[in-house]
């Protein structure tokens, strides 16, 4: 565990909403996070579940229309990101808050060279005037670890590798030494190999930099090997927060409990993995009470019709269910689904 360090990005009550001609889809509704100096939390959960529209929302890129942010406050050195104008976040993306984008060849521009594109940004964010910001974008490439950055910073995108291209998005990311970097699902559709040098390229450059890192990924691997916080999302609800060790160790919420029991074990011999039964609600129509309560275990009548807090217990968990409250011995038990 991490000491505790200065808070660096706090998100309360985030709500992002999109009005369509099926209604309004209630993308995120309600997340609570802070994000200390040095420090990596995850935000984990299945595809669908809010977490990249989090990200995007940080950083005010929801396409709007048809997104909103609804409510809510993420407040950035004391200034709240949801009112500042639109001037002043311009400064701030990719200056002091960068993020990762989960696909790089849709987010690079594919007729400008990769030297060309990070020289950009520092030339837009640093001052810099065009030979400084190109051997600042050559040095970046030779930081995250691209061989002959010279000769590779001339190229376009589509000449790289998947796993160099992903590597030119971290150099993006970091050229302007930000505060806070998001990383949106960095190794997606990388091997093995890659991703591991991607996030331990991540890890270098925040021990040296001292960044907050917020790692969004599905991937539990990722979580355990990178993260010191995590948020659990389930349909735009944060349903558990907690150490990274505590998440693992002893998973409170049932949906925590459901995604740890379907990764594949070692030690166990056996032919079929455990699924979560059931489907997510749909975003244009969540019940009413918690939004887990359908694919629940260990659900009661007031699962169906209330939906419960975010609640501290004692050993510094945060977790959205019934089942820690006092609610709970006051309802008749159904059985459990084993």
Known sequence: MLEKKEPILEVKGLKTHFHTKRGISKAVDGIDFTLHKGETLGIVGESGCGKSMTSLSILRLIPSPPGKIADGSILYKEKDLVTLPESEMRKIRGNDISMIFQ?????????????????????????????????????????????????????????LSGGMRQRVMIAMALACTPEVLIADEPTTALDVTIQAQILELIKDLQNKLGMGVIMITHDLGVVAETCDMVAVMYAGKIVEYASTEKIFSNP?????????????????????????????????????????????????????TQQPELIEQDDNVKVRCWKYTDQWTDQPQIEEVV
């Open 103 to 159: 696909e790089p060849m849709t987010s690079l521009n594919p007729v400008i060279s990769v030297g060309e594109q990070i020289a950009e940004a520092v030339r837009m964010h640093q001052k810099m005037g065009k030979k400084d910001a190109w051997n600042k974008a050559v040095e970046m490439l030779r930081i995250v670890g691209i061989p002959s950055p010279e000769k590779r910073a001339k190229q376009e995108p589509f000449q």
């Open 252 to 304: 409170h919420h049932p949906y925590t409990q459901g995604l740890l029991d379907s990764l594949p074990k070692i030690h166990e011999d056996r032919e079929e993995l455990q699924t979560i039964e059931g489907t997510v609600p749909s975003p244009y129509n969540m019940p009413e009470g918690c939004r887990f309560a359908s694919r629940c275990p260990y659900q009661q009548p007031i699962c169906a």
